[in-house]
Each structure stands twice: as C-alpha cells, then as structure tokens.
C-alpha cells in the first residue's frame, strides 16, 4: 500500500481513507518494540543517505522555482539543502533512534488503603498532523519524532517544497519498509492543494494532534479553523538584554551570534535590549553593523551609532528573519522584563549578565518557553537540547513547552489493577 495520499479530489474523502491508515499504522507501533522503532530509524537514515543524489537534485528543483517566484531570502535558506545539511538531516533521525523510548514509561505509582495499585505510563498520542513550511528536513524529522513515541504522522509540506518533500518522504518510508515498518505510519500529502490544510485541520476522528510550522498566516489559520487539539509554534519574537553588569566581552559575542548566525531560523534575537548603565554599547553595535546588519533603534540607540535607522512601533513587534535588529535602551532588568511582556511571543528570550541575582529575577519573571543566561538563543532547538530532533518548539502553557521532541509526542493513561475492590 503507497504511503501518499489516494487520487482523488474530495479532500474529506482522502482524509478520511489517510487517517485510517495512519489509525492502523499508529496502533501497530504503539504495540512496537522500541528497538524495532529504533531500527526502523535507523534504516530510513541509511536509505536518505543512499538517495542523496535524488532529493538534492528535487531540491534544486524546488530552489530554482523559488528564486523565480521570488521567496524571501530567509525561507530561500530554510528551504536549501546541500550535502552537510542533508547528512545533518540523516544523522538527526539516527540521532531520535538512540533516544530513550518513553513509551510504557511510569510517571507515577501508588497503592490505595483498599489495595488498588494505580499507574501513570506513557502512551503515544495516536495519529499526528504536521503542517510545515520551507523546511524540507521537518519531513525526517517529524517522521522520526513520531514513529519513535509511537505515533503515525500525516505530513503537509509546503508547495515551494513539495519535490524534496517528495524525494526526502520516498526515501524515508523506503527505509522504514525495510526494516518492516509499514509505510503508512508516515504519510505524506504530495499536493500543493491548500484544500488539503483545511481536511486535516477538520479531521476530528483521524487525526488527534495537529503541528503548525510556519508563519504568523499559517499559524493563525490552524488556530481559527482546527476541530483537532493544536500544538502552536509562534513568532520567534526573541530579545536577548545586555544587563548593566555583563562582561563587554561576552555580550558583544552573544549578541553577533544570537542575530547573525543564521538569520532565518525561529531562535534568532529580533530585539536587542541594553541597559542605559551598560558601559559599552557603542562597539556592540558597531560590530553588528560592520557584518551588515540593518539596526533599528530608539532615539538613544541612534545617538550611540550612526548607521542605526529609527525605528517605527511595528519594530518591536516584528519577527524579520533576516539581517535586521531592532535595539531599544532600557532603564534596567524590570525594563527589559516589561518591554519582552509587552512585545515577545512566549518563545525565547536570554539575559547576559555577571549578577546573577538580577539574572534569577530574569529568568523567573520572564514568561518564555526558553529563557536563557549568558547564551546565544540560537541555542533555541531540540537538537542542541540533547532531544535529537524536534517537531517544533510550543510557545502555549499547555501539554508541552519549548523544544518537543519525544516526551512532548505522548500523553498517559491510568492502570489500575485490583483484587476484586467494588466501590462502597
């Protein structure tokens, strides 16, 4: 049985024929020993490496149609793959196949006065949605993610990407076969038909959590039309603050690599904010100028450095994805703290600093999924938290928060076991 989506044209029709294949491949797995998981990961890894040729010249493809439709330069590189980047995306699903199962594993245990014994275990939360844009490697990734707690996926990539999402699902779910997984436990819809987005999302019954990866336009939609529980991944909107006792050193590092690392990911800083008693914020932002990036700031950050632009309200509230920074100077951490309320998305915001009292203050007052201390928040990722992959990073309060990887993909169910107990 193919692994992509049946030819048909009434999208509830095809949902429904994908979910219950994924709801038969979801509950193969979920009974699944880990180390056929595991093995099953690593085959697909072996098989994108071995279809290396293939998904990069679908990439070229998917490249040379975005750069005559004129995609943005930040989603060009979100959307490129080269050999490095490729071979980082088959090590990542190796890397989700060392991983600890937390399938069956016990978060709670405890025996009532009556002699009922109850258990708290993990279990996979059954069919997962991925709804994502740009990046073809969310394809193995979340693929990975979801077969390694259990789950079956059903992928939507987006249509800028659809030939390496195509090649890069082929050789995924070449690999899994193998290895006698059923490709059916990652489905991919292989169609640019925006139709698609809307089934998924009103696909109450087949598909039990849906995961959008993309812009504020993306993410919105899901939230204003899903019938299924979403797991929302919002604007990067990430501060990083110069507190008045950071060593200069330090904050001129964190912040050139915070901004200017790669531009284009959702863990770059967007707002750099630097306490008035900080004592060497002009080479901060003569450096971030030199390596071109376009600053804009307040009337106070403009007398600091010539090449800083004025910045316009929608600055603070702006995720840019590129070589741009908005720099405002602030009266302190409370400042700071109230500037990252009033203007962040919840995602990821650091302090650089020497006290750490002001920096516990920080971290604590702070509402983020990440908040950070003397670190770059490029850091902001699953890989570089020891999750090996992830399928996005949750910026609600709800089920999971920051980087979800394997844990944030299963939820748990009670075990009760008894010797004949009736209620009085």
């Not at 949902?15 to 709801?23: F, I, N, P, Q, Y």
């Not at 863990?267 to 901060?284: H, K, M, N, Q, V």
């Amino acid at each position: 049985m193919m692994a992509t989506d049946p030819d048909q044209t009434d999208w509830t029709a095809r949902m429904r024929t994908l979910g219950l294949r994924a709801r038969l491949a979801a509950r193969i797995l979920a009974a699944s020993p880990s180390a056929a998981r595991s093995a099953a990961l690593r085959s697909a890894a072996a098989a994108i490496r071995a279809a290396a040729g293939v998904i990069l010249d679908a990439n070229a493809t998917d490249m040379a149609r975005a750069q005559a439709n004129g995609l943005a330069p930040a989603l060009l590189d979100r959307l490129r793959l080269d050999p490095a980047r490729l071979e980082a995306t088959a090590a990542g699903v190796e890397a989700v196949a060392a991983l600890d199962d937390p399938v069956g594993t016990l978060v709670d245990r405890r025996e009532r006065p009556n002699g009922l014994v109850l258990e708290r275990v993990r279990v996979p939360i059954g069919v997962i949605g991925i709804i994502f844009e740009s990046r073809p490697n969310v394809t193995a990734d979340a693929g990975a993610l979801c077969v390694m707690a259990g789950n079956a996926a059903i992928l939507r990539g987006g249509s800028e990407a659809i030939e390496t999402n195509r090649a890069l699902h082929a050789a995924f779910v070449a690999g899994l076969g193998a290895a006698g997984i059923t490709p059916d436990a990652v489905q991919l819809i292989g169609d640019t038909d925006r139709a698609a987005v809307g089934a998924m999302l009103a696909a109450d019954g087949q598909i039990d959590l849906v995961v959008p990866r993309g812009g504020k336009s993306l993410v919105a939609r899901v939230q204003a039309e899903a019938r299924v529980p979403v797991l929302a991944h919002l604007d990067g909107i990430n501060h990083s603050y110069i507190d008045a006792a950071a060593d200069p050193a330090m904050a001129k590092a964190i912040a050139l690599n915070a901004k200017m690392r790669r531009t284009g990911i959702c863990g770059a800083t967007e707002t750099l904010l630097i306490d008035r008693a900080f004592a060497a914020p002009g080479p901060i932002l003569a450096a971030l100028a030199d390596v071109g990036c376009e600053l804009r700031g307040d009337a106070e950050a403009c007398a600091i450095e010539p090449r800083v632009l004025s910045a316009d309200d929608e600055d603070w509230d702006t995720e840019y994805l590129d070589a741009i920074l908005a720099v405002r100077i602030v009266d302190g951490v409370d400042a700071a703290i109230a500037h990252i309320a009033a203007h962040g998305s919840h995602h990821t915001d650091a302090i650089v600093t020497a006290d750490a009292a002001v920096a516990e203050r920080f971290l604590a007052q702070v509402d983020s999924a990440i908040v950070m201390w003397n670190a770059s928040t490029q850091f902001a990722d699953g890989g570089e938290f020891g999750l090996g992959a992830e399928i996005g990073i949750a910026t609600g309060r709800l089920h999971a928060r920051g980087p979800v990887a394997l844990e944030g993909l299963t939820t748990y169910k009670w075990v009760v076991r008894g010797t004949g107990q009736v209620r009085p």
